[in-house]
Structure formats: C-alpha cells, structure tokens
C-alpha cells in the first residue's frame, strides 16, 4: 500500500517521498538550524510546520493540516536534546487524491508517515516511533475501509484517522498521538474503528520500519 | 530570516578558475544543457520536471469564474511561483519578495503567459459571464541552478498535457460534464516557449568590464546553483520552435558584447528544439499509454490501400 | 561565635504560584480534589444564551433597512464571551452534467455523501485588544468549524435553494411579487429553470476574554446562531430579468444576458431548515497525570483522593489548565448519542479506554442540557 523513498532531495537534512494509494507527498526537515527570534524556545526545540498544497495557494486548510501535524509530532521529537534551535518540516502534497475543499484525511495520514520517514532520514532524534492509518465507515451495514479509495471516502458516512506512537521495534502500542473522526457516527462504530485502525496501524508501523531497514542498509556505506 | 548560501572563498576560487581552463565542476560544456527529465502523473496536468538535482513539480487546475469585465472574451490564466524551505534553507516559505524569486516569477510571466502561449479566448464559455480559469502553480523541490529554464519546460508540458471537463452551452444553461462522463478537452497551446539561461564570468578585474579584443569573459549555458551564486552577469533569452525571439532578459550585472546576443540566441535555438521535440515525444507516449484500448475501440475501418 | 542561619520555605500567593508554576500549582488543586477554578473533575461551567436581537428578522422594532445579519447569537460561558453573527449572499451554481436529470433519480444515485450537504463560512476572531492579520488559532479554528458542519450533515444543500420570485408591475403601475412556491399557478417561470441559485452562509464569530481553548464554545454558538437564522425572499425585477447587453470589443460583438439583480425581500423571511436529528453540541475533557509527589503533606487520619495515575477533567478552563494539559478530547454529540466529531489530541499521555468512555457519556449529557437550552430559551 505505501511506497516510499527517502533521501529524495539534496538541499535539506532529511527527505521522503510516500506514496499512500491516490496520494503522494513530498517531506523536507530541515534541522537543527538557527531560528527566527520569534520562533526561539530557551528550552526546548522550536517546530516549523509547513504544508503546500497541490493546487492553489495555502489557505485555512492547510493551517489546519499543520496544527494537526504538530499535534502528532511535537510529543515524539526529543525536544530537550536542542534548546534554541529549530526543526523546519514542510510538506508539498504531489497528488491529493481526495476533494480537497471537503476531505483532508488522506493527505494528514500521507503526511505523518512521511514525516516519520524524513525525520529519521535527518537524523534528528525521536524519542519513538510512530506511524497512522486513514479509515472510513461505509454503508448500512458499517463496513470498515483501511486506506479508503477517493470513490470510497465520499460514499462513506464518516472518516477517521488514528496515529499512534508504537514501540518495541513496531509491536507495541505505547500512545495515542492523534485520534480525529468526522461525519455520523455511533460510539459503537468507533471503537470498532479504533480496534480494526489499531491493527492497521500496526501493520504499517512495520511497513515503515521495513523502509527503514532498507534505507540503512542502502546508506551505510563502509561494508566490509 | 532566511540563511542566504555562502561558498567559501577556496571553493569559489576553484569553480572559477576550473571555468578559465575550460572545465565546469560536472564535468559539461560550457554551452551544454543539462539533460531534462519530464515525468507525468496519474491526472493531467501534473508534470515534474528534473534537471541534474534541480527538481520542479508543475500542477495545472482550472475552476469556471467570471471574466474580467473590460475583457469579457478571454478566459483567466495564473502561474504561481512560491517558493518554500523545501528547496532548501535559503528560502523562506510564503515569503517572495526575495530578488531572485520575484526575477525568476517575473520572467516565467513573460514568457509563458505574456506572449500568449494559452489561447485564453478559448476558455471563454459565455462572453461576459463565464469563463475557465486555468492555474499553474509551480512547486520548486530542489534548487540546483536554472529554476526558471525547469519551471518554463515544467509549465508548458503541464499546459500542453492538461485537460479541462467538457462544457454545454444551451441558451444560457451552461452544463459542466464530469470527466468520466464525457472526454476531457485539452487546452489551447498556440506555441511553445523554452527559457535558455546563460551566466556570465569575468574571472579577471573589474577593469576588464572595458570590452576590448583582450576580453576573457566566460559565458555557459545552464548554471547550476555554486555557478549561479559566483556568477556577474546573466541573460535569459525565450524561443520558440517556429525561430521567434519571445522574450529576452538582461537584468544589469556584466555589460555583454551586442553581438554575443546573437551567438546566444543561436545556441539556444538548437536547445529549444530539442527540448520541444523532447516534450513531444513524452507527450505523445503519454498519450498512446493512456489510451491502449483505442484501437479496440476504435469503429473506424483500416483504409485500404 | 557563629551566626545562626535560618532557612526559610518560600511560600506564595496562589495567584502568583498559578503563574509563575501552572503546573505545580495544577498538581496541588488535584490533589485537594478540585480544579483550580475551584470546579470538581467532571463539572462543566454554565452557558447562558440570547440571540442578543441582532437579526433582521428578530424584531420588529429594529430597523431592518440595512441590517444583514440573518441570524445570531451571544453565548456566555464563565468570563468567555461569543458574539455569532450569521450574514448571507447569493451565488449561482455551476450545474454539472449529472445533475441535468430529474431531482428524484439524482438523489437516490448519488451515493456522494457530502454533496447532500451545505456549509457555513465561519471566520474566528480573538479579540485581543489590536487588530492584525489573523493568527492560526483563529485559521485553524474556523476551518475546523467549516469542517465540522460540512461533515455533520447539520444543512441540508435543499436548505439553501433560493427560490427566486418575479417582480412584475402591471398597467396601473402597482408592482407585486410572485414566488415559484407560493402560487404555483402563475409563473412557469422559464428563468428559474435554466440558472440555480443558492444562499451562502457566513457566520462571524468574535470571541472576548478568551479563557480555555475555544473550538466547543465557538460551535455551540455557531449553532445556536443558525437555528435562529432565518433566509430572506429573493426576487428579480421583471424588467431586468430579460436584460440583453450588445457588447462588442476589437471587432467581435456579443449579446450578454444577465439577469444582474438578486434583490433580497427584508420582509418575507423563511427559517432555515437544519437537520434536526445531526444537530449537535460540543464539549471538551483533559486528561491529566496526577503527580503524587506535589501533594501537599496531609493529615494521617484524612483520605488520600486519588493514588496517583490519572483523571479527566470537563470543560478546560483557564492558564493554569491549558497550561499544564497536553492530551484534550473534543467531542461534538447530539443529545440521543450519534457521534459528529471526536478528535484526541494525545500528547505524551495514554489515554485509555475507560477516559473515552467516560468523557463521550458526559458529553452526551452535556448534549441533550445544552439543546434543552436553546428549546426553552428565549422563544
């Protein structure tokens, strides 16, 4: 389901491209730099988040997109590590692969897991791991869609994405970063949701962690 | 506030005199372009466009608005050009005001949408009240040097592979066709514009700049981003493939010889033409790509001969 | 001899301790059992509604020339104030190929769930004693509450059909008003059939002292508002309806026909009518790690309150609470349960199963007294 490659571009410390279904995204960090006097935390490290839409210019939606992100990231970062610095995120969405003045689901999961991937990629450190899924509910007998098609998420009658900080090399669940469901719902459907989205979610903990283990073995280069 | 790229005095002592003895550090020509890679996506009118490590996506969208009033048979055509941290810490996002950026978006106006190369006429759909409006906005990944010889190719192939949905004009019912619907129709390219750059260096003194016969001044084509930041002078000359001279740019720095203008335009001829045929080529496997089943299709009889 | 030193523990107001250690002083408040706006745990602050009569249409007093405002209200909540004003315009739509057919097939083939449904146009503002470009809070608040109508399927898109009338004046120059829907008889109206035109809603939400985070407060209001909003009667002046303009320019000449003039009725309004079953309200919890080690010293013979781990606070209220609180659930539920939004914000903490719980029950409740309110309010 996912494809990814990082180390995509050259001028930043960290790159991924990810490809999740109809949707591709392009990730940068940049970081530990200098900040902007405004930006400065005395204790901590500053973050930058920064998405860019496929078509048009970045509005309101895009704001949101970010405040989400950060919402997932600023937990996991190890933040005390580097006081005064900053840590420059940004996201070009290639293809979106949803309405885009009425979903945003499947770019936010696109963008957390490539922002998983370009994080190690720039070495900045992580206190864990984490990775998320895109689900939506459709029909009358509540069928439940991992990764839903763009056909399938404007039939469905809600959408829910669900990002967890998994440890113990990608088997174990440590944390809920990030749980956002929108549309018609009862509190039955979801917890069914949140059990199947645990479970998916799992699974593509480990796809990331296989990219992962690639991309080290690609980049490590004084083999014998 | 945006770190601008320093290159440290040994390198840029190095990259120039490498361009005295003749040798630029990737090892090309002085007058040869790098090689130009046209990826298209899955929807139309998405194209990335690499050159060496210089990398621009180019996405191409149209909404139906209402025409300007003191024009109300043309349709409506932006290019955006934001840069964002991306390419990389050099620029700060949403922030454009910077000289390069405003140059580089200034020049890709002119030459794409200033000389006419979308027939906006024909995203008229009733004159005076509606109409297409067609954006391209250029996403700059990597910068690596000749941001605007990559966006001019990446904005053009987007032009030419873009297809808007079908419309119906009865009396003043105007009905849009959703694409699964009916064929999409392409837009109208009447030609195609190619930005050549060319960088100037004057590896000797400032007292140099008198041209006389003794004159050693470095021209290349295609800088890259370390040539870019050393470089005194720089042109950007637009052709087309039907040999017309759609926009020049000579924004001060290096004064340059009258006659070298010529030379140069002539260099970037060839490269035009081989670019255009380049996008061609790409277009028309895109084309057959997406339409394998046409033959099957197809209820027309082979024409005996 | 040697001078004896005293040491001394410094002690401090609790106000100065709330701000300059919000999370110590967080701690000590939990430990005691209470929250520091001296709430219990799972105690919500009251709301007091009035649509503050700003809307054209809600009374007759006012005087309606000029006055655009549809719909409104003013919301209470502790210090926190919002001021909801709903405004309108009319656009007309782009009819897309599959819509050309009859209104009966169209609506039991499109399975597109969201095309069924309108939204509002909500911009947040904070005072905050100066004016500037909009900060992104208030950016991500107002996307999160277009959002959150579109999904919830409050508007119906029928809702917002506007059913133009003619305005025709007849030979004794008396002028008056047909509507499509109120004399069926009359107009076969060929104008109505060709074009599609359709409210649009804004909704300006302005929010003083803010206190806590806002979205819950500023949804509820945007609720309240809209089910006070009423739509005027649009027509078009028979005259202009037919308007042919010759225009020709650099040789090529063209007729325009434009019917330019909407003009809204300020006296015949109709209520705007939401889906009353996806209305629903919006509540807010924390969850917090209670740290054992900022209690207090404490008598032998008193209870412990709670042994560590952690508990879920209702309705966040204040520095010290925003402050010192990282994981935030944010529920919006109708009164019979039916779920509308539900986000997590996890933070570093777990939040487990019996918290999800727990807070979707008392946001339930929260639901059906908040609706209670806007029922029996000040009809």
Known sequence: MISAQTGVLDQVDGSCKLQCGETTVICSVTGPIEPKARQELPSQLALEVVVRPCKGVPNTREKLLEDQIRGVVTPVLAKYLYPRQLCQICFQILESGEPEDEYNVKELNSCINAAYLALIDSGVALQSSFSSVCVSVLGSNNEILVNPTQEQLIKSDSTHILALEVGSGGKKIQNVLLIESNGDFTEEIMFNVLSRAEKACVEVALELRKAVEDKIKRDFIWKQ | MAKEVEIPAAESKFVIECLRQNLRLDSRKFDEFRSVEIELGDDYGDVTVTMGKTKVHCRISCTITQPYEDRPFEGLFFISTETSPMAGPQFENGNNTGEDEVLCSRIIEKAVRRSGALDVEGLCIVAGSKCWAVRADVHFLNCDGGFIDASCIAVMVGLLHFKKPDVSVSGEQVTIHPVDEREPVPLGVLHVPICVSFSFFNPEDAEENIKGESNSEICIIDATLKEELLRDGTLTVTLNKNREVVQVSKAGGLPMDALTLMECCHKAYKITEAITDQINNVLKADATARNQYAAILSSENARES | ?379
């Open chain 3, 1 to 379: 001899m040697t001078e004896s030193l005293e040491l001394r523990p410094i002690t401090f107001h609790p106000d100065v301790l709330a701000r300059i250690a919000p999370e110590l002083s967080m701690q000590r408040h939990l430990s005691l059992g209470l929250r520091p706006s001296l709430r219990s745990f799972e105690e919500f602050r009251n709301v007091e509604i009035s649509d503050g009569g700003l809307s054209f249409a809600s009374n007759a007093d006012i005087d309606r020339k000029g006055n655009n405002i549809l719909g409104s209200n003013v919301l209470k909540c502790g210090k926190t104030m919002v001021v909801t004003s709903i405004t309108g315009g009319i656009v007309e739509e782009n009819i897309s190929g599959s819509r050309v057919d009859d209104e009966s097939t169209e609506s039991s083939n499109r399975a597109d769930r969201l095309s069924r449904f309108a939204q509002v146009h909500p911009v947040v503002e904070v005072e905050r004693g100066r004016v500037g470009a909009p900060t992104d809070e208030e950016m991500t608040l107002s996307q999160r509450l277009r959002d959150c109508v579109l999904h919830s399927g409050l508007i119906p898109k029928k809702a917002l059909d506007v059913a133009v009338g003619i305005r025709s004046t007849d030979s004794e120059g008396i002028s008056s008003i047909l509507y499509p829907d109120e004399e069926e008889n009359t107009i076969s109206s060929g104008l109505k059939s060709r074009r599609k035109w359709s409210y649009v809603l804004y909704a300006k939400i302005q929010v003083f002292s803010r206190d806590g985070p806002l979205f819950e407060i500023c949804w509820n209001s945007l609720i309240y508002a809209l089910k006070t909003t009423q739509l005027p009667r649009a027509f078009v002046d028979e005259r202009t309806a037919d308007l042919k303009i010759p225009v020709s320019m650099r040789g090529r000449s063209a007729t325009f026909r434009e019917t330019f003039d909407i003009i809204c009725d300020a006296s015949k309004f109709q209520p705007l009518v939401l889906n009353e079953e996806n209305v629903a309200f919006a509540s807010n919890f924390a969850i917090i790690d209670v740290d054992p080690e900022t209690e207090l010293p404490k008598d032998e013979d008193e209870m412990q309150v709670d042994q560590g781990g952690s508990v879920l606070l209702a309705d966040i209220q204040g520095e010290a609470e925003e402050a010192s609180v990282f994981s935030t659930i944010s529920i919006i539920s109708s009164d019979a349960g039916r779920l509308k939004h539900f986000k997590v914000i996890g933070g570093g903490l777990n939040a487990s199963m019996e918290h999800l719980k727990k807070s979707l029950n008392l946001a339930k409740l929260r639901a059906s007294d908040l609706s209670a309110k806007s029922s029996s309010g000040d009809r």
